[in-house]
């Protein structure tokens, strides 16, 4: 089992930029993908960017390209990070930090139940 929290959002106008952060606890020696998603009010969760068990292959959603940018820390292998860039009012959401257990192959998993594990969600608020 392991524990996500994220943290770091907020409210920004547009153009502006945050940085989230997720923390992973519990069985962190496992390798994990992990990734981010985001759902808005009324809307489906969808998928933002994901990062490969090695943090050699990163996916992103054609809507956050050359905004948003995540990491992770390899040394550890228990924090990650999403930079966002260049916020719109449509980036407004709550944002959740996602994983799945164990190697596969590294394909771009956009769907949520190809994840095993969830954080809490933290708010973005972009104001136009």
């Known amino acids: 089992q392991v524990q996500l929290v994220e943290s770091g959002g907020g409210l920004v106008q547009a153009g502006g930029s945050l940085r989230l952060s997720c923390a992973a606890s519990?069985?962190?020696?496992?390798?994990?993908?992990m990734g981010w998603f985001r759902q808005a009010p009324g809307k489906e969760r969808e998928f933002v960017t994901a990062?490969?068990?090695?943090?050699?292959?990163?996916?992103y959603a054609d809507s956050v390209k050359g905004r948003f940018t995540i990491s992770r820390d390899n040394a550890k292998k228990t924090t990650m990070y999403l930079q966002m860039n260049s916020l719109k009012p449509e980036d407004t959401a709550v944002y959740y930090c996602?994983?799945?257990?164990?190697?596969?192959?590294?394909?771009?998993?956009?769907?949520?139940?190809?994840?095993?594990?969830w954080g809490q969600g933290t708010q973005v608020t972009v104001s136009s």
């Open positions: 519990g069985r962190t020696s496992s390798p994990y993908y």
């Open positions: 996602a994983a799945r257990g164990g190697w596969g192959p590294a394909i771009m998993r956009t769907r949520p139940s190809e994840y095993d594990y």
């Open positions: 990062v490969t068990w090695s943090g050699d292959t990163i996916f």
